[in-house]
């Protein structure tokens, strides 16, 4: 997959480590690992702001798309910017799942699902370790 910003993990590893990202950051967002249910540091946070890429900062979410979706992962039922998420199939662990990154980067976000419950009926579970908050 090509996108506009292209880092070797060294560079993405330097750029985390300068941003002061959690440590998980660059296994979730380069490898696609995924963070444990409800130990994100975004799942329980219901500040006033935006969601951005933790590696190239580009806008993902508004936080009054944020929802309680009990999944243990921060849940939002649409992104802020149209065409700033791309969506992949992921047919990892015997499932078929549809994942997003981040268009400008690259970056591992977590997956979208169509069970959300606003008039999207979507529901973006977005790793919190693939996220940064700006406050309103």
């Known amino acids: 997959m090509t996108t506009p910003i292209e880092k070797t993990d060294a560079e993405w590893k330097a750029l985390l480590a300068e941003k002061g990202a959690e440590p998980a950051a660059f296994e979730v967002t380069r490898h696609a690992a995924t963070e444990r249910p409800f130990t994100g540091k975004y799942e329980a946070h219901w500040d006033d702001g935006t969601y951005h890429c933790i590696c190239c900062g580009a806008k993902l979410f508004e936080s009054s798309t944020k929802f309680d979706a009990g999944c243990g992962w921060p849940s ?11 969506n992949i199939v992921d047919r990892s662990h015997g499932m078929v799942r549809t994942e997003n990154v981040c268009a400008n980067c690259g970056a591992h976000l977590g997956h979208v699902f169509p069970d959300g419950p606003t008039e999207t009926g979507l529901r973006y579970c977005m790793n919190s370790a693939s996220l940064d908050f700006k406050k309103k």
């Open 76 to 86: 939002f039922s649409q992104e802020a910017v149209p065409g700033a998420i791309r």
